[in-house]
């Protein structure tokens, strides 16, 4: 048995019955993070239905909007890293928009995943 939360850093992640990704600092490899596309880059998709497909790679750039990832599965070393830190030093504070994010922390992996999607989009 499980459940989802309906917002904030675990939207959509399923939970185990009974246990609270807020009150265990492990479960940061869990959070979501969301990319979403700039109003012109979503205009220049053709594909006019939210895919849902796992790409920790960013390899597939063809869905509209908005785009979810849990951090352990990101594949940017950056991000792994901070993940990595953030399980080693346990630090105490889970914030109902960022979870066991700082905000800064959650806006460089924003500024990380963007910069490398735009990076494969010149590759292209």
Known sequence: MCYTFRNG?????FCA????????HRAVAYQ???LKLKKKEAEDYEADVLE???DPTFS????????????GDIAIEAVQE???GKLISGETGCS???????SG?????LRLMRSHKEHLEVQQ
């Open 82 to 84: 901070l993940v990595r």
């Open 32 to 34: 979501n993070v969301a």
């Open 96 to 102: 109902k928009e960022h979870g066991w994010l700082t």
């Open 60 to 71: 597939d750039l063809s869905a509209k909007y908005i785009r979810a990832y849990q951090l």
């Open 9 to 13: 850093p675990w939207k959509h992640t």
């Open 105 to 109: 922390e959650h806006a460089h992996i």
């Open 17 to 24: 019955f009974g246990y609270d990704p807020r009150t265990d």
């Open 52 to 54: 849902h497909t796992y």
